[in-house]
């Protein structure tokens, strides 16, 4: 069983009939009626030593930031904010006081960051490394949330900054390499403290010209075949549009990597992925100046099904690539 079949095998077993639930499983958040006008959006993530982070490279204080970060992400995801957040640590019996305070110390600081505040929790202790688990409870109004199922044919797809960082990021720091390049550290950085899109996301479910929405967070692949999926139709990305960046393509060459791969399979980056009909252009492109980050549209959403990667070959014909689930899998590990 992948990832997706465990999910999938859960989502059968429960009945999530009930008037209050606008949506259960299968988006980034769950979405439960607060009022005629407001919404809870709900979500949990998991972080663990030796599978989302290498102690001996990530400083406590940013893994700290990191753990809110990929929780309020997916709030932001759905066009909401932050409000509340629970705690879960799982310690191991010798673990470092310091480390700890460090971790504890990042962590309120996102928090912070984020206007989210931290209520309760859990603190057991682990019997093998550290392990962590935030659950965020935020809000929006009813008629801004942003699901991954309302793509439509012909909308464009779009992702909110570049793609790929936080994979080539992790690869230097696994292989130590050139890590003090102050060109590779916006990589770096992208790995052991992603900034989380929340205010952008707002402002995108506010704007109203966004159809569907979520946060990259096992790598375009997946994450576009989860949300074609959801809204019952295929995708089309045109490989000379991914925003790969100089930085990207440099670490690449330090590290033998294929930078197109990081960017279509690369997990944690972050960024939001939306779609919007194709007038929306101009609108979006000054929305994401405003915000500071270079929005790039990368494909079209088709009828059908499927996440098709188009290349041009050497003499201008079109080669296709079929990519969806090419991400990031925690049973299969990176799958592409
Ligand atoms: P994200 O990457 O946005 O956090 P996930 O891929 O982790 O989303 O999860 C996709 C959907 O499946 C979400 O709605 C999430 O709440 C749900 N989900 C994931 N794991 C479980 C589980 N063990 N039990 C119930 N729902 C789950
Ligand atoms: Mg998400």
Redesign the pocket.
Known sequence: MN?RQ??DH??TLVNQADERLLK???????VVAKDGRLVWLL???TIIEGVHFDPTFHPPEKLGRKVVSVNVS?IG?MGGRPLFALLSVGLPRTFDPSWFRAFARGLADGCREYGCLLIGGDTVASPQGFNCSLTVIGEAAIDQVVYRNGARPNDAIWVSGPLGFAAAGLELLRRRLDVASPALAPLLAKHLDPPARVELGRQLGESGLVHAM??L??GLATDLA?LCKQSGVGARIAAWDLPISPALIEAARLTGANPEQWAVGGGEDYELLFTAAADAHDHLLALGRRCGLPFAPIGTIVEGAGVVLLRRGADETLEECEIAYQGYDHFYGNIG
Not at 24 to 30: K, Q
């Open positions: 990832e465990i999910i859960i989502a259960g499983i299968g988006d980034d958040c769950a979500t949990v993530d997916d995801a979520m946060d967070s096992d989860h």
